[in-house]
């Protein structure tokens, strides 16, 4: 390996990750070619597979070995006989805690030569970002359950939420929107159901905002703003949630932009003090595992990011217009997207058009 080769740690992970990873991989190596960029993958087997012959599922030291390496590019985990919450906990979380990766970050573009499920949307009306804040809030450790089994049982979920947490979400989001034409930043809420976290937040949202005056914001509370996702996508330019809303906005966003197959995201560390994590926004696919059917874009999109937030954005916006070309033609699509296309077809006919 080159000693200036940007140190990839890949993770396959399970299902379909399997399937979809290698194509990114191809496509980097081509566009790498294009831009003289070259790079390192240190690929390792940590999956659902690995938990159930070691009982974990990665190493102890694990995310030790990557503390150093450029980017994390992963697959999927999660696999059926595996419970969620151990592939989830054991292993994404950690990566995302340990390596202070704040902001989860996923575009909500239609894709040219894609169709919204929305009737009448064109690629005009939809181009957004959801950025979620990704290491506390809702998702908490905090809490317990008592009297387990009997009739007085109780479960108890604590959110987190700190200034420092916050604001530094808010604040990415704000940046975010000073390099967009719209320059808009849209804040999801629920001050008047959740009356502690939420009113806090609301309050450090204006409090950044001012440092902001060139940019326009607006808020709505989470469950209309999902209606307006639905009904007016062309309102959006960057969308901030915690955790929990921005979980649910940054599927359901995708999701007006098309199929789960496209969508990629980010898990960014924006100080980058640790690696940024850049991984497709579905899963394991266990019901189309092993078939060679995937849809690599969502993988492939995913790689786009990683080169953007390593500093090569011309290279980053090739792979876009590489993708973009391809899925024009209805028979380089997967089948998920009306076409006949492999995941490997797919993937070469992108590498194709940037090596040519
Ligand atoms: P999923 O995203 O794996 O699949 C949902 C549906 O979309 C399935 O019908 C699947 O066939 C289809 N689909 C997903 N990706 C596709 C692609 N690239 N091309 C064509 N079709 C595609 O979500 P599901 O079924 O809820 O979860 C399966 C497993 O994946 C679970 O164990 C879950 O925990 C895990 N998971 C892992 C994630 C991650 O690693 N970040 C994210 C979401 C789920
Ligand atoms: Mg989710």
Same mark, same amino acid.
């Given at each position: 390996?080159?000693?200036?080769? !940007?140190?990839?740690?890949?993770?396959?992970?399970?299902? #379909?990750?399997? $399937?979809?990873?290698?194509?990114?991989?191809?496509?980097?190596?081509?566009?790498?070619?294009?831009?003289?960029?070259?790079?390192?993958?240190?690929?390792?087997?940590?999956?659902? $597979?690995?938990?159930?012959?070691? =009982?974990?599922?990665?190493?102890?030291?694990? *995310? &030790?070995?990557?503390?150093?390496?450029?980017?994390?590019?992963?697959?999927?985990? +999660?696999?059926?006989?595996?419970?969620?919450?151990?592939?989830?906990?054991?292993? !994404?979380?950690?990566?995302?805690?340990?390596?202070?990766?704040?902001?989860?970050?996923?575009?909500?573009?239609?894709?040219?030569?894609?169709?919204?499920?929305?009737?009448?949307?064109?690629?005009?009306?939809?181009?957004?970002?959801?950025?979620?804040?990704?290491?506390?809030?809702?998702?908490?450790? @905090?809490?317990?359950? *008592?009297?387990?089994?009997?009739?007085? &049982?109780?479960?108890?979920? &604590?959110?987190?939420?700190?200034?420092?947490?916050?604001?530094?979400?808010?604040?990415?989001?704000?940046? !975010?929107?000073?390099?967009?034409?719209? =320059?808009?930043?849209?804040?999801?809420?629920?001050?008047? =159901?959740?009356?502690?976290?939420?009113?806090?937040?609301?309050?450090?949202?204006?409090?950044?905002?001012?440092?902001?005056?060139?940019?326009?914001?607006?808020?709505?509370?989470?469950?209309?703003?999902?209606?307006?996702?639905?009904?007016?996508?062309?309102?959006?330019?960057?969308?901030?949630?915690?955790?929990?809303?921005?979980?649910?906005?940054?599927?359901?966003?995708?999701?007006?932009? %098309?199929?789960? %197959?496209?969508?990629?995201?980010?898990?960014?560390?924006?100080? +980058?003090?640790?690696?940024?994590?850049? &991984?497709?926004?579905?899963?394991?696919?266990?019901?189309? @595992?092993?078939?060679? #059917?995937?849809?690599?874009?969502?993988?492939?999109?995913?790689?786009?990011?990683?080169?953007?937030?390593? =500093?090569?954005? /011309?290279?980053?916006?090739?792979?876009?217009?590489?993708?973009?070309?391809?899925?024009?033609?209805?028979?380089?699509?997967?089948?998920?997207?009306?076409?006949?296309?492999?995941?490997?077809?797919?993937? /070469?006919?992108?590498?194709?058009?940037?090596?040519?």
């Amino acid at each position: 390996a080159q000693t200036n080769a !940007l140190k990839i740690a890949t993770i396959p992970g399970d299902g #379909i990750g399997r $399937e979809v990873v290698p194509e990114g991989m191809r496509v980097l190596e081509a566009v790498g070619r294009k831009f003289d960029i070259a790079f390192q993958f240190d690929e390792v087997d940590w999956s659902c $597979e690995t938990y159930k012959q070691t =009982g974990r599922m990665m190493p102890e030291d694990g *995310l &030790e070995r990557f503390k150093k390496h450029d980017a994390v590019f992963l697959g999927a985990v +999660g696999w059926p006989d595996v419970p969620d919450h151990v592939s989830l906990w054991g292993l !994404l979380i950690p990566i995302r805690r340990t390596f202070h990766q704040y902001v989860n970050l996923r575009p909500c573009r239609l894709l040219r030569g894609t169709t919204s499920p929305l009737a009448g949307r064109t690629a005009d009306d939809i181009d957004f970002y959801v950025v979620r804040e990704n290491v506390e809030g809702e998702y908490s450790e @905090a809490g317990g359950r *008592l009297y387990r089994g009997m009739d007085d &049982e109780i479960a108890i979920q &604590e959110a987190i939420f700190t200034r420092r947490g916050v604001d530094r979400v808010l604040r990415y989001a704000f940046e !975010l929107a000073k390099t967009r034409k719209r =320059g808009h930043v849209t804040s999801a809420t629920k001050s008047n =159901g959740i009356v502690h976290t939420m009113p806090f937040w609301d309050e450090r949202f204006k409090a950044v905002k001012a440092d902001y005056p060139d940019i326009e914001t607006s808020q709505y509370h989470i469950d209309i703003l999902c209606a307006h996702f639905v009904q007016h996508p062309d309102w959006f330019d960057v969308v901030v949630g915690s955790n929990l809303f921005g979980d649910i906005l940054s599927d359901l966003g995708p999701a007006v932009a %098309g199929s789960i %197959g496209i969508a990629p995201s980010a898990n960014i560390n924006p100080e +980058g003090d640790y690696p940024s994590m850049f &991984e497709p926004v579905h899963g394991s696919a266990p019901d189309i @595992a092993g078939q060679g #059917i995937a849809n690599p874009i969502g993988q492939i999109w995913s790689a786009a990011m990683m080169l953007d937030h390593l =500093g090569h954005p /011309e290279a980053s916006a090739a792979v876009i217009e590489a993708m973009e070309t391809v899925i024009a033609d209805p028979a380089s699509r997967t089948k998920d997207m009306g076409g006949k296309a492999n995941t490997a077809e797919c993937g /070469e006919a992108i590498a194709q058009v940037l090596a040519g």
